[in-house]
């Protein structure tokens, strides 16, 4: 790759097509370009001498085409990256083909004449160079290989594959590893057994040690809860078996519960909440501090009964492939009642690349978190280049800023956004010092903002361009409303967002963290209590689901009614 070259030539060419393989590539490019606008011109000055007197007119137009036929010859040729003996020929060849237009010039009009030895010399001598030209592009490669700028990139790709070998080889070793550890684990319990033998031996044997013997199974049991929950830790680590349920009971009252995959509640809210986004935060701060959190052995406390609440065990929904009117495959989540209740939003090519995408639902629904826009929220995700960036939503689904730039890790983008929160409600615009808004105009004549800090360094940008002036003013103006009180959405691999549509009905749609929309509630309701409740049917009910394949196309899209009357 180009990585030391910040010309002119070259950073444009990697701003418009990405980024070169060598420097060859990009003045094989402007070589082409400039050649085809000579010759370009010439053909032009050309049709515009056919007329009489126009004799000088049609000497630079022979003139122009014959450089700019050349010089494009050479531009493909040097973009090819071949070696320096084959680029010295094809400069060569161009040299001779200017050298025949240098003495068309000596000749034309006085001695130029069709069929005279005149024409016909620097015909031949033009004719030369081509062939040149067009000899290094194909016999070179041949006989004289790649330029050792290409070659130098095609092994740093072979250094790069080997990386990721030696990754892969380094994420089998700590597998290996952790299960060294639960070995070990293993190992402490046995000696732990053994030693609560010895411990109620001694107790026997001896009365006068009791208290001490007491002391000692206590702290036994606590050393063994302890080895338990980091057993648990670590299997939690690797894969999760449990799905949080935010639901409303019977009072219309909001809770928050942890359904085992077998069906089995591990834990409740144990107080009601009175909105769902209270619930979720309450639900949010139980997965923040559980898995460090300290163990306290009270031995009088009676524990009370663990509360049981029935969760369907069997899908009552299946999904649906089917080809729409452009014969593309589709899915639809279906429960056994008719109605749908979640669909795709693209169509695919193949009924393989429809399967693959209700598999990502299945898996992505079930742990996915709620995105509460209110009336905006800051996400911070991954994107596909495995880089972490923050963008600020508004809850119809509008993305007001972002990032701009990706981060190593995922908190520097956090530390990012916090001082994006800092400083853009107070921030000017155009002004001459400090954080400032400047705006500005594209190359595409669209107007755009970017939030700089006093040293000039870029902190956010608008992600968009707008039609006109007072369209950018009012998104700034929406940015320093919205971007202090946000909230922070932490995305993992899915997030669920119900947000409000133009039409005020309320929605749900499950994002990837790439940003792609892996499925719909595909209608609108009334409430955002109906959409969650919606949700909540689709994470019940999909995971599990079969996937059947309709005979004939469907016309039926994902309007269909999304039973609300549904049994809970």
Not at 20 to 26: A, M, S
Not at 167 to 179: N, Q, T
Not at 219 to 245: G, I, Q
Request: contains cysteine; glycine residues 10%.
């Amino acid at each position: 790759m180009v990585e030391s070259e910040t010309g002119r030539l070259v950073s444009t060419y990697r701003e418009r097509f990405g980024e070169p393989f060598t420097t060859d590539e990009v003045y094989g490019y402007w070589l082409f370009v400039a050649g085809t606008i000579v010759a370009i011109v010439g053909m032009a000055l050309f049709l515009t001498s056919m007329g009489a007197g126009q004799t000088g007119t049609r000497g630079i137009a022979y003139l122009f085409a014959g450089i700019g036929l050349a010089t494009a010859f050479a531009g493909l040729v040097v973009g090819q990256s071949f070696h320096r003996n084959a680029k010295r020929l094809v400069y060569v060849g161009l040299v001779v083909c200017l050298a025949a237009m240098a003495w068309f010039l000596t000749v034309f009009p006085q001695q130029w004449a069709l069929g005279s030895g005149t024409a016909r010399g620097v015909v031949a001598v033009y004719t030369v160079g081509l062939a040149l030209i067009t000899l290094s592009g194909a016999l070179a490669p041949i006989s004289v290989g790649q330029s050792r700028a290409r070659q130098a990139v095609e092994e740093q790709l072979v250094d790069a594959r080997a990386d990721d070998e030696a990754d892969d080889r380094r994420i089998e070793e700590l597998e290996a590893a952790v299960a060294e550890r639960d070995d070990r684990i293993a190992a402490l319990e046995s000696d732990l057994e053994e030693s609560r033998a010895e411990t109620a031996a001694a107790e026997t044997a001896a009365e006068t040690a009791s208290e001490e013997s007491a002391a000692a199974r206590t702290e036994t049991a606590s050393v063994r809860d302890d080895l338990n929950a980091a057993a648990s830790h670590v299997n939690a680590l690797s894969k999760s078996s449990a799905t949080f349920d935010v639901y409303r009971d019977k009072s219309g009252k909001w809770r928050w519960r942890l359904v085992h995959r077998n069906g089995n509640i591990i834990a409740t809210s144990g107080e009601s909440y009175s909105s769902d986004r209270t619930a979720r935060r309450g639900m949010r701060s139980v997965k923040r501090n559980s898995l460090g959190a300290a163990v306290v052995w009270q031995r009088d406390e009676e524990e009370p009964e663990p509360i049981v609440e029935p969760v369907a065990e069997e899908p009552s929904a299946r999904f649906q492939l089917y080809r729409d009117g452009d014969d593309e495959y589709r899915w639809r989540l279906r429960h056994d009642n008719g109605n749908t209740i979640a669909a795709g939003t693209r169509g695919f090519s193949s009924k393989r690349g429809a399967t693959d995408g209700v598999a990502t639902v299945q898996s992505s629904i079930g742990p996915a978190d709620y995105l509460e826009f209110d009336p905006a929220g800051i996400e911070v995700y991954e994107d596909a280049a495995g880089e972490f960036r923050w963008r600020l939503v508004h809850r119809n689904g509008n993305i007001l800023s972002d990032s701009g730039e990706g981060y190593a890790n995922r908190s520097n983008a956090r530390r990012a956004a916090d001082r994006f929160q800092e400083v853009a409600g107070d921030a000017g615009v155009d002004a001459d010092s400090g954080v400032r808004f400047e705006t500005y105009e594209d190359a595409a004549a669209e107007h755009r903002w970017r939030l700089v800090a006093a040293n000039g360094e870029a902190i956010a940008d608008s992600g968009e361009g707008y039609s006109s002036r007072s369209a950018l003013t009012d998104a700034v103006d929406r940015v320093r409303e919205y971007a202090p009180e946000a909230d922070r959405l932490t995305m993992t691999t899915a997030a669920v967002e119900v947000y409000e549509d133009a039409g005020g009905e309320f929605r749900w749609r499950l994002r990837h963290r790439n940003g792609t929309i892996l499925g719909t509630s595909g209608e609108g309701y009334t409430s955002r209590s109906k959409a969650l409740d919606a949700v909540n049917r689709v994470k019940r009910h999909a995971p599990n689901a079969p996937v059947e394949e309709e005979d004939e196309a469907s016309e039926e899209g994902s309007g269909d009614e999304t039973g609300d009357d549904e049994d809970e």
